[in-house]
DNA sequence: TCTGGGGTCCTAGGACCC
DNA sequence: TCTGGGGTCCTAGGACCC
């Protein structure tokens, strides 16, 4: 790996950008409280089945990595100081962030809060050198947000992306050496780089895939060139295998899409101490329905699909769904169907993981039934709730054909549930016992 | 040591239409 | 009367990314 600056690379080179904030919740937090600067932070669940998301380099240090149960950080690290995270805080410095790399070009695809990458073609007529508007990013990341971040530079994705992985810091029998900052790989250093390479560096390969690809004998990505493909794909599907093909030749044609659309949206919570019985489920559902519905009418979309996720205590998982023939974004209505959702399942397992998932996007206007309920009708559709009141009786009655579906499928009143629409309101009874899990207290009487 | 919460994409089977 | 094949949509599950 030659980087030396005197030998800087083309544009037609590197095109490609891969940018990457340092450690990039726990440095938030410690720019935004200065008592922890130099101290082991992490951002993470603190709680029994927690994780760490982002651990400083303090952290990283004795051995804190993300992804690790906070139980074992801990144990790595018992000055470990855990924070909750505040998400739209981190918003914040990601749009701050996506605004300078949009000074440098506007064709720049985000990836998550603090990664992005971006195609410089654009800067062509600019004459300036890949490696030089790579130092410039950086500075003013540094100068501007205060933020570390390493830069990759390469032909495509793949090499971009592999090329700022080695521009970071690391650990290194507890100590942190510094990172070059900014790392391209030239079109001649592309082979060496692929030979020395685990198959796991590649994207798209985690453990279930780098396992089976162990027991084809294949370790690293010079391994993979040898390979047919069609024996590959028995063994990790045709997509996969065609993928791992183009990679270990050095090939991905992943273009840079500034124009990336929202497809789905949701809502998910692992409990410290899991849900039991329908009744908890029920409630918690009406919570994320909650949370699904704002998230929903903050992007002004409605959603055809909704997914009901639970995990139970052994981590097995279980899924269902439904599509709507029109989109919702209306609390009552979201929870509704998330409980018979819920319902249709056999809850007498705790419930360690509620996920509630909304897809099938329709733009507000495009929705073909504007759904509305007395609770959380959001406050331009009661605006136009009088005058709309026909399409809100059908809007009613597809709900409920919606929710028959459901039992029908899958034998919900079986499991106890039954609904019922009155009014502007809905409700769901569970058939034995007489507590009610609609947007209404339990103890509100229909009115 | 025992696994979060935000998402994306792929696969496979069934239903339905032409 | 018995049967095709392709396309599209939906559902469920799994793997992966940060």
Redesign the pocket.
């Known amino acids: 790996m030659s980087n030396s600056p005197n030998s800087s690379p083309s544009l037609h080179e590197v095109p490609i950008l891969h940018v990457?904030l340092d450690a990039f919740f726990a440095s938030v937090e410690i720019l935004d409280d200065p008592s922890l600067v130099g101290r082991p932070v992490c951002v993470?669940?603190s709680a029994?089945?927690?994780?760490i998301?982002s651990a400083s380099y303090e952290a990283r240090r004795q051995g804190v990595t993300?992804?690790?149960?906070s139980?074992?950080a801990r144990?790595l690290c018992p000055e470990l100081i855990i924070l909750p995270g505040r998400f739209e805080r981190y918003e914040q410095y990601s749009h701050r962030f996506h605004s300078l790399v949009n000074d440098l070009t506007p064709e720049y695809e985000p990836?998550?809060?603090?990664?992005v990458f971006a195609d410089l073609r654009s800067l062509r007529r600019l004459r300036i050198r890949p490696v030089e508007a790579a130092q410039q990013l950086r500075r003013r990341i540094r100068e501007e947000l205060f933020l570390e971040c390493g830069v990759g530079l390469g032909r495509n994705k793949l090499f971009a992306?592999l090329a700022s992985k080695r521009s970071k810091p690391r650990i290194v029998d507890h100590q942190l050496l510094e990172g070059p900052g900014v790392v391209w790989v030239s079109r001649e250093m592309e082979r060496n780089w692929l030979e020395e390479m685990p198959v796991r560096a590649?994207?798209?390969?985690?453990?279930?895939?780098?396992k089976k690809l162990q027991q084809l004998g294949l370790y690293w990505v010079r391994d993979l060139r040898g390979v047919d493909q069609a024996s590959l794909a028995r063994h990790v599907?045709?997509?996969?295998a065609a993928t791992l093909a183009s990679y270990a030749r050095g090939e991905d044609d992943r273009p840079v899409d500034s124009r990336r659309e929202?497809?789905?949206?949701?809502?998910?919570?692992?409990f410290a101490t899991s849900l039991v019985g329908p009744g908890e489920v029920f409630a918690q559902c009406r919570h994320h329905a909650g949370?699904v519905a704002r998230?929903l009418r903050a992007q002004g979309r409605v959603a055809?699909?909704l997914?009901v996720v639970l995990r139970f205590d052994d981590?097995t998982?279980?899924?269902?769904?439904?599509?709507l023939p029109f989109g919702v974004d209306d609390e009552a209505a979201i929870c509704s169907l998330a409980q018979a959702l819920a319902g249709s399942v056999d809850l007498s397992r705790p419930v360690?993981?509620l996920?509630l998932?909304a897809?099938?996007f329709l733009a507000r206007e495009n929705n073909p039934v504007q759904l509305s309920f007395g609770v959380s009708v959001s406050s331009d559709v009661r605006d136009e709730a009088v005058e709309h009141s026909r399409e809100r009786q059908m809007s009613s009655a597809a709900l409920r054909d919606a929710l028959d579906d459901i039992r029908q499928r899958?034998g919900a009143n079986s499991v106890g549930v039954a609904s019922d629409l009155y009014g502007d309101g809905l409700r769901i009874e569970r058939q034995r016992g007489s507590h009610a899990f609609g947007p209404e207290s339990p103890t509100t009487p229909a009115p």
């Open positions: 990457d993470g669940g029994a089945r927690g994780v998301a993300s992804a690790m149960p139980v074992v144990r990836l998550g809060l603090d990664e992306k590649l994207w798209g390969v985690g453990p279930a895939t780098a599907g045709s997509a996969m929202l497809k789905s949206l949701g809502h998910d919570q692992t949370v998230a055809r699909t997914s981590l998982s279980l899924s269902r769904s439904q599509t360690r993981l996920g998932y897809s099938s899958y």
